[in-house]
């Protein structure tokens, strides 16, 4: 298994709930595919660098996990179908 890293903004408009309800389902996402979540970081609302779908703040969060090399393609696709998710990338640590 490899050491990856997921940062993720959501939409700046969810609430509380909703938020901890998205990082809830991402890191189930990463539990039933065969990973293994190790640190998950809510940094808050912060400004972008530049206007994302007219929107000009965002939820940052960022996921370590260790998984299988598949894993990452699949967190991705769902990060893109998710209408909570403006904007994801997803790395593999210690490269």
């Given amino acids: 298994m490899r050491n990856y ?3 993720y903004v959501l939409r700046p408009d ?3 709930e909703q938020v901890n ?3 809830e ?3 189930d996402i990463i539990a039933k595919n065969g990973g293994e979540v190790t640190k998950v970081e809510q940094w808050g609302k912060r400004r972008l660098a530049y206007e994302v779908q007219k929107l000009r703040e965002g939820f ?3 996921c370590n996990f260790a998984a299988d ?3 990452p393609k699949e967190l991705e696709r769902n990060f893109k179908i998710s ?3 403006i904007r994801y990338l997803v790395i593999r640590e210690g490269e």
């Fill in 5 to 7: 890293e997921a940062m």
């Fill in 14 to 16: 969810l609430d509380e």
């Fill in 21 to 23: 309800a998205a990082i």
């Fill in 25 to 27: 389902k991402f890191s």
């Fill in 60 to 62: 940052y969060v960022l």
């Fill in 69 to 71: 090399t598949e894993l």
């Fill in 83 to 85: 209408d909570q998710v």
